[in-house]
């Protein structure tokens, strides 16, 4: 159900398009440089042997 904007839909929606497209694309960030970490953390600890 989407309300009536007007003459703002246009700014409105995109705005909305906008964020949803940085928060994506800061959830992806996030996640891939979680497992680059995790993976370089895991080389460091097979290498001392732990």
């Known amino acids: 159900m989407m309300p009536d904007l007007g003459k703002y839909a246009d700014a409105v929606l995109g705005s909305y398009a906008v964020t949803i497209v940085l928060l994506v ?13 995790r993976r370089q953390l895991a080389e460091i600890q097979a290498r001392n042997g732990k």
């Not at 960030?29 to 970490?37: A, C, E, I, K, L």
């Open 25 to 37: 694309a800061l959830i992806g960030h996030s996640v891939w440089r979680g497992r680059r970490v």
